[in-house]
């Protein structure tokens, strides 16, 4: 049973930072690429950001980037999200899912196989 838990949200103000994990179990995480999605309330699910597997590359949303870093730690099957200079409109849930796609496609929240039960970021200003 594949398992996706993330933890380090909360509440922070603007221009602080956090840093968010998401624990994998029952995949074999070296294979998937993982990713980070948020979601505001009354609007869509956003892409935030996906890491691969083996090259390590790194992909990042435009309203993110320079801000936010993803890595991930194979050994621990952990991925992380380092924050910083929140904003306001950072305010959403997060959620982390991983993926086989190997393409262009892991922009969209679509093609993840597997996702977290999500973590509350809430950015005061």
């Known amino acids: 049973q594949v398992q996706l838990v993330e933890s380090g949200g909360g509440l922070v103000q603007a221009g602080g930072s956090l840093r968010l994990s ?7 995480f070296s294979s998937f690429t993982m ?3 948020r979601q505001a ?14 090259s390590g ?3 990042y949303g435009d309203s993110v980037k ?16 380092q924050m910083n200079s929140l904003k306001p409109e950072d305010t959403a849930v997060y959620y982390c899912a991983a993926t086989r796609d190997y393409s262009s496609a892991s922009y969209y929240d679509t093609v993840y196989d597997y996702w977290g039960q999500g973590t509350q970021v809430t950015v005061s200003s």
């Open 35 to 37: 990713g980070w999605f």
């Open 57 to 59: 590359r790194k992909y």
């Open 22 to 28: 998401c624990a994998a179990s029952g995949l074999t």
């Open 66 to 81: 320079g801000r936010f870093t993803i890595s991930r730690d194979n050994a621990k099957n952990t991925v992380y999200l």
């Open 41 to 54: 309330p009354g609007k869509e699910r956003e892409f935030v950001s996906f890491i691969r597997t083996s």
